[in-house]
């Protein structure tokens, strides 16, 4: 399994960019997907999180903000950011819990960078 981040970047105070993540390989089924992140000299957190049924969760500094959303025919995870600030500079990692028809695994891309500044 295989895990495609995109759509880091440059973006000034207040702008938006939208990630994305494209799973590929031996997926049978997909359960939950999320987006975390990690910042210079500090720990992954979790930003947002979204279970087959739709159900989502967001970090507190992010709610309002970030919009996370999946596609499940094409296995594929959104994330829309709005209003970034310079505190969601970070990179960008998505996670998916999936079944290869033979266990359940947890999969991580490679990341992507989200620099917010002016």
């Known amino acids: 399994v295989q895990l495609q981040a995109s759509g880091g970047g440059l973006v000034q105070p207040g702008g938006s960019l939208r990630l994305s993540c494209a799973a590929s390989?031996?997926?049978?089924?997909?359960?939950?997907m999320g987006w975390y992140r990690q910042a210079p000299g500090k720990q992954r957190e979790l930003v947002a999180h979204?279970?087959?049924?739709?159900?989502?969760t967001y970090a507190e500094s992010v709610k309002g903000r970030f919009t996370i959303s999946r596609d499940n025919d094409k296995n594929t995870v959104h994330l829309q950011m709005n209003s970034l600030k310079p505190e969601d500079t970070a990179v960008y990692y998505c996670?998916?819990?999936?079944?290869?028809?033979?266990?359940?695994?947890?999969?991580w891309g490679q990341g992507t960078l989200v620099t917010v500044s002016s």
């Open positions: 979204i279970l087959s049924g739709a159900g989502t």
């Open positions: 390989g031996s997926i049978f089924i997909i359960s939950d």
């Open positions: 996670k998916i819990t999936a079944y290869n028809r033979i266990s359940w695994s947890d999969y």
